[in-house]
């Protein structure tokens, strides 16, 4: 039983290149979160999707960050023209039915920007 | 503005003793609070949780306390195990349909235990 998947594991962009990160849900969950982890800090939310619907990005900066979740296929957190200051840690987790329920983390996504 | 506080970024801890993390929050509508822990060059994983109706849950050698009027909670480990060495991190929510799908980590206490 599978559980988040993210790829890459590492990703290194030079500035104002495109970052792509995956995310694929665990088997049978519905809802998936993105938070950030940035050096000596805790972890941020900052976006909530079920498929096909972006239900709340509060937590995304309000330029070059997208999020998606196809009807088929993974999460996409797609960041554009990225800086320096957008290296971290990229977590995506996912739950079952209910928003509620305990989030699942996938292994995260170590973006360096060069 | 941090809302949760882990004030002791390590902690060291003989195999065998107790373990004692802190947490410090701020927002009184914080209403659901989960411990993750996260291994290096992994994801957090959920250890244990309690919501606010409650002042202790207990899971095997983990017991959470949460004293709501302090704003505190705590994260006991009995006894104290190698494999627990590990970052733990504090994360409560809001209430059922105000975003409490948002959850709020601590940046973590980094928990070695020694042999």
């Known amino acids: 039983n599978a559980g988040v998947m993210q790829n890459p594991r590492h990703l290194v962009r030079r500035r104002g290149q495109e970052a792509r990160l995956r995310c694929s849900p665990m088997?049978?969950?519905?809802?998936v979160y993105w938070y950030r982890q940035l050096p000596e800090e805790g972890l941020k939310f900052m976006v909530y999707l079920q498929k096909e619907n972006i239900i709340d990005e509060s937590g995304m900066p309000k330029e070059r960050f997208s999020a998606e979740f196809p009807k088929e296929g993974p999460s996409i957190l797609r960041i554009q023209q990225v800086v320096r200051g957008d290296s971290a840690a990229y977590f995506c987790?996912?739950?079952?039915?209910?928003?509620?329920?305990?989030?699942?983390f996938g292994p995260g996504t170590r973006l360096t920007v060069l | 503005d941090q809302q949760v506080k882990q004030n002791s970024p390590s902690l060291s801890v003989q195999e065998g003793r107790i373990s004692i993390l802190n947490c410090d929050y701020t927002?009184?509508?914080?209403?659901?609070f989960l411990w993750y822990k996260k291994y290096p060059a992994e994801g957090p994983t959920f250890l244990i949780s309690?919501?606010?109706?409650?002042d202790k849950n207990e899971d095997g050698r983990f017991t959470v306390f949460l004293n709501k009027s302090a704003k505190h909670l705590s994260l006991h480990i009995v006894p104290s195990q190698p494999g627990d060495s590990a970052v733990y991190f504090c994360a409560p929510s809001p209430p059922s349909g105000a975003g409490s799908y948002q959850l709020t980590f601590g940046k973590g206490t980094k928990l070695s235990v020694i042999p």
């Open positions: 927002n009184s509508m914080f209403d659901y």
């Open positions: 309690i919501s606010s109706i409650k």
């Open positions: 088997k049978g969950h519905s809802h």
């Open positions: 987790a996912s739950s079952a039915a209910d928003p509620q329920d305990t989030q699942y």
